[in-house]
């Protein structure tokens, strides 16, 4: 059973930085890339920042320059560096893995952690 932990999120004021990490156990298959989502009160779940297997990286426009994506394939773990935080990033960051093994598609989601920016 997949199952994906995220940590580091927290209270930060504008202009601050945060680390998230997100651990991924009881994987049996071959990873094809890991990412985060975030989800705003009222707003739909938007994608942030995902890394394919051999380092691919892809942003959102609102968070390219700021926002950093990294990945340790060995410890089946990826990270999210945020730097200068604005209000706007306030949001439930989730993270986000997609896999297979033959005649199988994996698409976990982790519980979330809650990031708050001041302003």
Same mark, same amino acid.
């Given at each position: 059973?997949?199952?994906?932990? #995220? ?38 779940? #938007?994608?942030? =920042? ?5 380092? $691919? ?16 394939? =060995? ?12 209000? $706007? ?31």
């Amino acid at each position: 059973q997949v199952q994906l932990v #995220e940590s580091g999120g927290g209270l930060v004021q504008a202009g601050g930085s945060l680390r998230l990490s997100c651990a991924a156990s009881g994987i049996t298959f071959s990873i094809n890339a890991m990412g985060w989502y975030r989800q705003a009160p009222g707003k739909q779940r #938007e994608l942030v =920042a995902t890394i394919s297997s051999d380092g $691919e990286t892809n942003y959102a426009d609102s968070v390219k320059g700021r926002f950093t994506i990294s990945r340790d394939n =060995a410890k089946n773990t990826v990270y999210l560096q945020m730097n200068s935080l604005k209000p $706007e990033d306030t949001a439930v960051y989730h993270c986000n893995l997609k896999g297979a093994r033959p005649g199988f598609q994996y698409d976990s989601w982790g519980p979330g952690t809650q990031v708050t920016v001041a302003s």
